[in-house]
C-alpha cells in the first residue's frame, strides 16, 4: 500500500525558513514525479511545485518562486520543500501528493504550516 | 495561465439524486482534467482522471465527461458518504503546471 507521511509543519515568523520533508512507502519512488500541494485554511487547493522522476526538472507556482526549493532523495524515499522568506498568505496545510506529470493519485495526510508573529 | 472556473460552489441535493458539477477552462485543454473529492480533515482523493476515466477502486456511479473548455462530473445517484468538496484540476503539459478549481461543497438536504 502507498503511503506519504509529511513532518516539519509548524508555527514560523513571517520572514523565516521551514523545511517540509516527506517519507514514501509502498511503491518505488524513483518512478514517480512527486509534488506539494496546499490549503490555506478554510480555502481551496493550490498546487505549489513538482519535481521529476530523477530531480532534473522542478516547477513551481508563480507565488513561491524565488522562495520555496522543492528536492528529492531517491536513495531515502523522501521528497522536501525548503520555504524560505515565509509570509502569512503561505500559512496552509502542505501535502505531499504522488504525480504531478499528469495527476495526483496518492496523498498524504498533510502537515500544518502557519506563519505569524 | 489556465483559468479553472468550477460551478457551482455549494450544492445541496437528496439522497438518490443526480447530481452535476461543471468546470470551465479559460482555453483549450483537450483532456487534460481530473476531478477530487475532499471529506472534512481529510486528503483529496482521486476519482477521474484525462476527463473520463475512473480511477481504480471508485465507484461507478462517479463519472466524468467533456474535452476542450466544458466538462462535467456527475454522481448517478448520491449516496450519503458522498458529501464532500469535490475540485477539477486542470495541467499542462509543457510544462507540467497545474491549477485546480474553486471547489463545489456538497451537501445532504
Known amino acids: 500500500e502507498v503511503y506519504l507521511v509529511e513532518s516539519g509543519g509548524a508555527l514560523v515568523q513571517p520572514g523565516g525558513s521551514l523545511r517540509l520533508s516527506c517519507a514514501a512507502s509502498?511503491?518505488?519512488?524513483?518512478?514517480?514525479?512527486m509534488s506539494w500541494v496546499r490549503q490555506a485554511p478554510g480555502k481551496g487547493l493550490e498546487w505549489v511545485a513538482n519535481i521529476k522522476v530523477d530531480g532534473s526538472e522542478k516547477y513551481y507556482v508563480d507565488s513561491v518562486k524565488g522562495r520555496f526549493t522543492i528536492s528529492r532523495d531517491n536513495a531515502k524515499n523522501s521528497l522536501y520543500l525548503q520555504m524560505n522568506s515565509l509570509r502569512a498568505d503561505d500559512t496552509a496545510v502542505y501535502y505531499c501528493?504522488?504525480?504531478?506529470?499528469?495527476?495526483?493519485?496518492?496523498w498524504g495526510q498533510g502537515t500544518l504550516v502557519t506563519v505569524s508573529s | 495561465d489556465i483559468q479553472m472556473t468550477q460551478s457551482p460552489s455549494s450544492l445541496s441535493a437528496s439522497v438518490g439524486d443526480r447530481v452535476t458539477i461543471t468546470c470551465q477552462a479559460s482555453q483549450d485543454i483537450r483532456k487534460y482534467l481530473n476531478w477530487y473529492q475532499q471529506k472534512p480533515g481529510k486528503a483529496p482523493k482521486l476519482l477521474i482522471y484525462?476527463?473520463?476515466t475512473l480511477q481504480t477502486g471508485v465507484p461507478s456511479r462517479f463519472s466524468g465527461s467533456g474535452s476542450g473548455t466544458d466538462f462535467t462530473f456527475t454522481i448517478s445517484s448520491l449516496q450519503p458518504e458522498d458529501i464532500a468538496t469535490y475540485y477539477c484540476?486542470?495541467?499542462?503539459?509543457?510544462?507540467?503546471?497545474?491549477?485546480f478549481g474553486q471547489g463545489t461543497k456538497l451537501d445532504i438536504k
Open positions: 484540476q486542470q495541467y499542462d503539459n509543457v510544462p507540467p503546471r497545474h491549477t
Open positions: 501528493a504522488r504525480g504531478g506529470r499528469y495527476r495526483f493519485d496518492y
Open positions: 484525462d476527463a473520463s
Open positions: 509502498g511503491f518505488s519512488f524513483s518512478d514517480y514525479w
